[in-house]
Every structure is written in C-alpha cells, then in structure tokens.
C-alpha cells in the first residue's frame, strides 16, 4: 500500500472569532492546491481513496483534489484531527480486510502530525527531521505484511514550489 501524506493548502490565519477547524483556504491557498492537483493529475497520479481530517481548510483540500479527478471517492475521519494519533488511525484504516495491497490513499491533514506519522512508519519513532510544506506530499510505502511502524519506505517528499 501507497498513503500519501498531503497537508492541507494555505488557509486564514488564526484570529478571534474563527474557530480553528473552521479556517478556510485562503484564494492564494486554493489557488496554489489547486495547481499542485493539477501537476499531480499530469504525473498520472490516481488515489482509490482520499481520507481527510474533518477540519475546513483540509476538507476544501480533499475536494480540490477529488475535483480535478485524483480520485472518485472522499471519506472524513476524526483520527486526522490535529489532536489524532497515528496508532489509532493505523488500526482502523490500515487493516488488510480494508485495502488490497496495491491501494495508493490519499490522507489530507495537518502538521506536526503528517511529518510526525510518516517519521513513525519510517523510523519507529519521531526524529524532527521531516518538515511538509502547505500543500506538499509525503509518500510512504507501506510493507505487504507485518506491522508498518519502523518498516516503511518514503519514495516522495515534494514541497509544492516542485509542483507548482
């Protein structure tokens, strides 16, 4: 199994009176994701699902990348929350009776928690070393059998001026 890890676009800043999930992407933050969707379409990327954290500025990620056709089908999932762990993810999405081995999943959500996630399927253990960029990708493979903690192999780590 594929999962990129895709951090959500430029969204408002934080200010009183906006709640943090209910931050949007900026134009320039839609704009930006919406040209990194379309490179990706033309390096013939295609996901068989995009899992999004139920925050607004990711959720508007999600759909511009389902707009552009990377994928037909979007869920929203509680685990991608900034507050999510990546242990209780990786037991409800990353079951094999869920996806055949072959799968490629698009997760769209929120740092420190990607660059931490990928470090943890990497390395077992968070190094500080990864950093993703708004609208950029992490892409792990994930190992055909056996737990992917400490097993996994990164293959793509692109900030989106690579893209844009």
């Not at 199994?1 to 934080?14: F, K, N, P, S, T």
């Not at 709640?19 to 013939?44: C, N, S």
């Not at 209780?88 to 990353?94: E, G, H, I, N, V």
């Not at 892409?139 to 992917?148: A, D, F, R, Y």
Request: hydrophobic share 40%; aromatic share 6%; glycine share 8%.
């Amino acid at each position: 199994m594929e999962v990129y890890l895709i951090r959500h676009g430029i969204a408002e800043e934080q200010q009183a009176g906006i709640k943090d999930e209910e931050r949007q992407l900026t134009k320039e933050g839609r704009q930006k994701t919406e040209k990194v969707a379309q490179r990706l379409v033309k390096l013939g990327l295609q996901f068989d699902l995009i899992v999004t954290s139920p925050l607004v500025r990711a959720r508007q990620t999600a759909e511009i990348l389902l707009e552009v056709g990377l994928s037909s089908q979007m869920e929203e999932s509680n685990h991608l929350a900034p507050n999510g762990h990546i242990s209780s993810w990786l037991d409800y999405w990353l079951q094999p009776k869920n996806f055949a081995p072959n799968t490629q999943l698009a997760v769209v959500g929120h740092e420190p928690c990607l660059s931490n996630w990928a470090e943890i399927l990497l390395w077992g253990e968070v190094k500080g070393g990864l950093v993703l960029k708004k609208a950029g990708m992490i892409g792990v493979k994930l190992p055909e059998s056996g737990e992917p903690v400490g097993r996994s192999q990164m293959f793509w780590l692109t900030p989106p001026r690579y893209l844009l």
